[in-house]
């Protein structure tokens, strides 16, 4: 219990000797807009998910079984996009490679423009969600997630991956006290987990209440301000900056 109490608030706040800086409270913000994105993706584009991709496979697999609500072409296009920009993650990872504050500020700011562009499509369509419309958001947003999830995974913070949470419940499980492990950060993982569930609440509410358009400009309005603050801090001399060995 102390492990867990110590643990997140450190992951929130992290002190100044930590090797991974700010890094820990701005993957949790990302681990947010990954929530929101797919509650966008599932609830209001058909059944299909941009970030989740082990979803797609399962959907797509359903879908071609004949299961009713699902689109194969969907999940073939959300993967499709996916892949597109990891690639363009794997790619930035490489040239920021020395750099990891700067990596982030430019994918973030990549991803804003995505979501920039898949606002203004969604404000355009004035609530009707053509076959069009659909695909557009879908290329967009898979683009995104799929970059967000290559620059994570070169970032290397433990345990905040923003979008897959199935190693890390099964972590929190396996490597738990009463399992016989020695528990490592705890808290990290509780607050992965929580934070992705408060974004699929807060994108499902503001789907109810709201028009589609609003709940994405929440999206581009929380990248920027990644991006922004990711920019601000990270100082050539800080140590969080350099790569991991």
């Not at 072409?73 to 892949?83: E, I, N, P, R």
């Not at 990872?93 to 991803?111: D, E, P, Y």
């Not at 369509?125 to 557009?136: A, E, I, L, N, P």
């Not at 991956?161 to 399992?179: C, M, P, Q």
Request: charged residues 10%; positive net charge.
């Amino acid at each position: 219990m102390y492990r867990l109490l110590t643990d997140a608030p450190r992951t929130m706040v992290p002190p100044k000797e930590d090797r991974h800086g700010p890094l820990p409270p701005l993957m949790l913000t990302l681990t947010f807009v990954t929530g929101l994105v797919d509650a966008v993706s599932y609830l209001a584009l058909g059944h299909v998910f941009v970030a989740n991709m082990t979803g797609n496979v399962v959907f797509l697999g359903f879908a071609l079984a004949g299961a009713q609500g699902l689109s194969a072409s969907a999940s073939v296009v959300s993967m499709t996009s996916f892949l597109a920009g990891a690639l363009a993650g794997g790619r930035f990872g490489t040239r920021f490679a020395a750099h990891r504050g700067r990596l982030l500020t430019v994918a973030t700011a990549l991803q804003a423009v995505l979501v920039a562009a898949a606002v203004l499509t969604a404000a355009a369509s004035d609530g009707r969600m053509t076959t069009t419309v659909q695909y557009t958001l879908i290329v967009l947003l898979g683009l995104c997630m799929g970059t967000q999830n290559a620059v994570a995974r070169r970032l290397g913070v433990p345990d905040l991956t923003t979008t897959v949470l199935t190693l890390t419940l099964t972590g929190l499980a396996a490597d738990s006290t009463r399992a016989g492990g020695p528990a490592p950060r705890p808290g990290r993982r509780i607050l992965s987990v929580l934070v992705m569930f408060l974004g699929a609440l807060a994108g499902g509410l503001l789907l109810s209440h709201a028009e589609l358009a609003l709940t994405l400009g929440l999206v581009l309005l929380l990248l920027a301000a990644t991006s922004m603050a990711a920019h601000r801090l990270s100082a050539p001399d800080a140590a969080w900056v350099r790569p991991l060995q």
